[in-house]
């Protein structure tokens, strides 16, 4: 199994321009999660789903979206690029919230806005 | 809102020797898990450990084992016999029962020296 996969793996983009983290995951995980790692810092919730059509905020969700349109795949949507989404993202999943929720993490794309 | 402390940017340890990471929390909640996550220079976040905190017993796998204060509301990762794989960055982490939003302390970098 591949567990979950993050494309790309390294971007650079202008401030302004969009662009679309893939996630997927082969496990059958109910959870997804995209959190973003500043320097220094811990990871921080930017959305999460709980299934398929089902999406909710975290922590910082400004300036991304999100869609969940099947069990395996949840794209984090960058709309209008800023330095203040520079940033590590990493996806994530799980199968269920429920007792102790251990999570899957991707290996991480690093996000560059200059 | 519940915090994560890590006080400890950086430690360092001995191969074989034994080094405790530090974590204290801030909660009202009675229902929660906590957990340790390793990420080494690949990125990549593991779980090292887990506990939850109806149970008195500390948790322990191989190597690795938390001293749990409930009432301190501190979490401290020891790890004992100190190999060179265990360098990385390692996060504490906070978990409301029923919630699926994990809450990230700063990281501890540690490294072990041969």
């Known amino acids: 199994n591949a567990g979950v996969t993050q494309t790309p793996k390294f971007r650079i983009l202008k401030i302004g321009q969009s662009m679309t983290l893939q996630c997927a995951q082969d496990?059958?995980?109910?959870?997804m999660y995209w959190y973003r790692q500043d320097p220094g810092m811990g990871l921080k919730l930017i959305y999460y789903?709980?299934?398929?059509?089902?999406?909710d905020k975290g922590e910082v969700p400004n300036g991304y979206n999100v869609s969940r349109s099947t069990t395996e795949d949840f794209p984090l949507r960058l709309e209008l690029a800023a330095p203040s989404q520079t940033s590590v993202y990493f996806c994530?999943?799980?199968?269920?919230?429920?007792?102790?929720?251990?999570?899957?993490f991707g290996a991480g794309s690093r996000l560059t806005v200059l | 809102a519940q915090t994560v402390t890590q006080s400890q940017p950086e430690m360092s340890v001995q191969e074989a020797e034994t080094v405790t990471l530090s974590c204290t929390y801030d909660?009202?909640?009675?229902?929660?898990?906590l957990f340790w996550y390793k990420q080494p220079p690949s990125r990549q976040m593991i779980l090292v450990i887990r506990?939850?905190?109806?149970?008195?017993q500390n948790a322990t796998e191989n190597r690795f084992s938390v001293n749990f204060q409930k009432a301190a509301k501190s979490f401290s990762l020891k790890i004992s016999d100190s190999q060179l794989g265990d360098a990385a960055m390692y996060f504490c982490?906070?978990?409301?029962?029923?919630?699926?939003?994990?809450?990230f302390g700063k990281g501890t970098k540690l490294t072990v020296n041969p």
């Open positions: 994530a999943s799980s199968y269920s919230n429920y007792g102790a929720n251990v999570l899957t």
């Open positions: 496990m059958n995980h109910n959870y």
């Open positions: 789903s709980v299934g398929a059509g089902i999406t």
């Open positions: 909660t009202s909640e009675s229902d929660y898990y």
């Open positions: 506990q939850e905190a109806y149970k008195q």
């Open positions: 982490a906070y978990l409301r029962g029923g919630s699926e939003k994990l809450v």
